[in-house]
T-cell receptor, first 113, second 113 residues
């Protein structure tokens, strides 16, 4: 049973560019949440998708957007990248009817230069 | 709003020493509480959880008790091993946070033989 997978593993972008990160949830899960983890900090909630709609959003600007596909996989898009967007981006999947216990992927390390 | 405060690290112990990592929280309503562990180069793994006051979560020798009167969820282990070296995150879910996880900043544990 595959766990949560994320791609790519590492990414280097230039300030002002746009980036797309991808996540495949654990088999049987229908909800995907995204978190940003800056170096030396705890993860911060960006948003959550269920039934292809954004259901909850943290304190992040509109430059951060997402999408969920019918197969429950998800993308995180960040526009107009800033140096401060450099972080580990974590995807977590859960099953709504099982109390939203979240399983995390290994993350994508984004470096903005 | 909801928040989690963890003791500052790093915590450095010898093998077989007793471990305590303090965690306190601020939340409205009745949140669920979690401890996650992050090993070097890996994503977050759920270590243990408690969903209501006085519940004790336990796993792999680690324990934490949900104390509503002191708004605390301290992590303990009677005898640490070198393999326990990792970053530990306290988190809550529920109340104003909805289904999002709110994390503390993390505590780095280093165990030497």
């Amino acid at each position: 049973d595959a766990g949560v997978t994320q791609s790519p593993t590492h990414l280097i972008k230039t300030r002002g560019q746009q980036v797309t990160l991808r996540c495949s949830p654990k088999s049987g899960h229908d909800t995907v949440s995204w978190y940003q983890q800056a170096l030396g900090q705890g993860p911060q909630f960006i948003f959550q998708y269920y039934e292809e709609e954004e259901r909850q959003r943290g304190n992040f600007p509109d430059r951060f957007s997402g999408h969920q596909f019918p197969n429950y996989s998800s993308e995180l898009n960040v526009n107009a990248l800033l140096l401060g967007d450099s972080a580990l981006y974590l995807c977590a999947s859960s099953f709504r009817l099982a109390g939203y216990e979240q399983y995390f992927g290994p993350g994508t390390r984004l470096t903005v230069t | 709003g909801n928040s989690v405060t963890q003791m500052e690290g790093p915590v450095t112990l010898s093998e077989e020493a007793f471990l305590t990592i303090n965690c306190t929280y601020t939340a409205t309503g009745y949140p669920s509480l979690f401890w996650y562990v992050q090993y070097p180069g890996e994503g977050l793994q759920l270590l243990l959880k408690a969903t209501k006051a006085d519940d004790k979560g336990s796993n792999k020798g680690f324990e934490a008790t949900y104390r509503k009167e002191t708004t605390s969820f301290h992590l303990e282990k009677g005898s640490v091993q070198v393999s326990d070296s990792a970053v530990y995150f306290c988190a809550l879910r529920g109340g104003q946070a909805g289904t999002a996880l709110i994390f503390g900043k993390g505590t780095t544990l280093s165990v030497s033989s």
